[in-house]
């Protein structure tokens, strides 16, 4: 049997979760305590892929502002320095330009 690729494993660490929390939200019950390793996973995946995705986009461009900032990522230690800025542009579905809270550069 063929093993899955470390990302793979990874996503779904983070659907399984996704349920989980919308499973006991409509339920009425409480939100257990996330994984400090898969919340942290979650972060650096929203940080380097999800916002990154924009940049893949015909037509948009990273606009980056002044200074960095330092997101704590305080349960398993270590620190991300992000450049803050907009992703612009306009997409092949808009009509008009669009800003978009930008990915921050690592």
């Given amino acids: 049997m ?3 690729a470390p990302a793979n494993k990874a996503h779904a ?4 979760l ?3 929390i919308d499973a006991e939200l ?6 257990k305590s996330i994984d400090a390793e ?6 650096v995946h929203a940080v380097e892929v999800m916002f990154a995705w924009w940049g893949t986009l015909p037509g948009f461009e990273f ?6 900032v330092a997101l704590t990522l305080t349960d398993l230690g270590g620190t ?10 306009v997409g ?15």
């Fill in 2 to 4: 063929k093993s899955e």
């Fill in 13 to 16: 660490a983070r659907e399984a």
């Fill in 18 to 20: 996704r349920q989980r």
């Fill in 26 to 31: 409509a339920a009425g019950q409480p939100v």
């Fill in 38 to 43: 898969v919340a942290q996973a979650g972060i």
């Fill in 63 to 68: 606009h980056p502002d002044e200074g960095v």
């Fill in 80 to 89: 991300m320095l992000l450049r803050p800025g907009r992703w612009r542009g």
């Fill in 92 to 106: 092949q579905s808009a009509a008009r330009p669009t800003t978009l809270s930008g990915r921050c550069a690592r």
